[in-house]
């Protein structure tokens, strides 16, 4: 089982949609959950850290389920600039960050 | 501004030869980290450092190497054995607020073997 797992996509929505991204990760272990943002040829950007109570920010909420080893990060009312890939990234046990191969999603108008 | 910096933003290295990318932080953060980035892949841990003058190596460190002489750089070579070395690099820092605030990257540095 990879350690990191995500649904590539693309995700294609319209502006104003919700639309959600599922993450699975290996390691039971692990006590860090991320979700970043990375535009086309640019670097990862952080988006928001993840907590076991859920947290929200703005149009954006992250769910954390531990006894599934699951996160998900919610999209509300999408905007084109949106448009990214979603790196689901959580830490390894050694001190490092393990990052998922990214969700890309496209909105359209 | 704080922030970490990568240099240079496009390179070329010939088949046979060594090549140093750079990587400098002033966010007085006590870790960095190299990674690797091919097209449609995920980021693979090249080699990280918790702290000066010590560094381990990573998931594929096989062809590259790094010194750690300061807290603020951190230097990676590709050295004529990566087989493979075209890719995209990204160096990282964190501090340790990394269980809440991740990693900072830098901007990256584009590796092409001409």
């Known amino acids: 089982r990879k350690e990191v797992e995500q649904d590539p996509g693309p995700f294609n929505v319209p502006e104003g949609a919700t639309v959600a991204f599922n993450c699975t990760y290996s390691?039971?272990?692990?006590?860090?959950f991320f979700w970043y943002r990375q535009d086309c040829r640019k670097e990862p950007k952080l988006l928001m850290s993840v907590y076991s109570s859920g947290n929200e920010d703005g149009r954006f909420t992250a769910q954390l389920n531990r006894a599934s080893q699951y996160i998900s990060l919610l999209i509300r009312d999408s905007k084109l600039s949106d448009s990214a890939t979603y790196l689901c990234v959580v830490n390894s046990g050694y001190s490092t960050l393990t990052f998922g191969k990214g969700t890309m999603l496209l909105v359209s108008p | 501004d704080g922030g970490i910096t990568q240099s240079p933003k496009y390179l070329f290295r010939k088949e046979g030869q060594n090549v140093t990318l750079s990587c400098e932080q002033n966010?007085?953060?006590?870790?960095m980290y190299w990674y690797r980035q091919d097209p449609g892949q995920g980021l693979r841990l090249i080699y990280y450092s918790q702290i000066v003058n010590d560094f381990q190596k990573g998931d594929i460190a096989e062809g590259y190497s790094v010194s750690r002489e300061k807290k603020e750089s951190f230097p990676l070579t590709v050295t004529s054995a990566q087989k493979n070395p075209t890719a995209f690099y990204l160096c990282?820092?964190?501090?340790?607020?990394?269980?809440?605030?991740?990693?900072?990257f830098g901007s990256g540095t584009r590796l092409t073997v001409v």
């Open positions: 990282a820092s964190s501090g340790s607020d990394r269980e809440d605030y991740g990693y900072t």
């Open positions: 390691n039971s272990a692990s006590q860090s």
């Open positions: 966010l007085n953060h006590d870790a």
